[in-house]
């Protein structure tokens, strides 16, 4: 069993950056690979950036490449999403995952849920 939670959401100006967090919690989080998802207000939750079990493999949505990178440290137990020029069209929920495989894109495939973090981005 793992237990995702996020932190670091909240109201920033476009342009403007942020790095999510995601604790995990449990006996496989180390060894499970990360994904990080994002909904808009009346839109499907679509993929963002996934991380291998080590780190060393990521993997990035087309459209999110550039300014999102995802990276984690297992000595802490925690998974980061840093979001470059923030622009309006990045306002969502943000939720990060946990799945055995990689790279998963699929929401249906990722075993574990975080609640999500509010990410505001204002003109």
């Known amino acids: 069993q793992v237990q995702l939670v996020e932190s670091g959401g909240g109201l920033v100006q476009t342009g403007g950056s942020l790095r999510l967090s995601c604790a995990g919690s449990?006996?496989?989080?180390?060894?499970?690979?990360m994904g990080w998802f994002r909904q808009a207000p009346g839109k499907e939750r679509e993929f963002v950036a996934a991380?291998?079990?080590?780190?060393?493999?990521?993997y990035y949505a087309d459209s999110m490449k550039g300014r999102f990178t995802i990276t984690r440290d297992n000595a802490k137990n925690t998974g980061y999403l840093q979001i470059d020029s923030l622009n309006p069209e990045d306002t969502a929920v943000y939720y990060c995952?946990?799945?055995?495989?990689?790279?998963?894109?699929?929401?249906?495939?990722?075993?574990?849920w975080g609640q999500g973090t509010q990410v505001t981005v204002s003109t």
């Open positions: 995952a946990a799945d055995k495989e990689f790279p998963v894109t699929s929401r249906y495939d990722y075993d574990y």
């Open positions: 449990g006996s496989t989080f180390s060894s499970d690979t």
């Open positions: 991380i291998s079990w080590s780190g060393g493999s990521t």
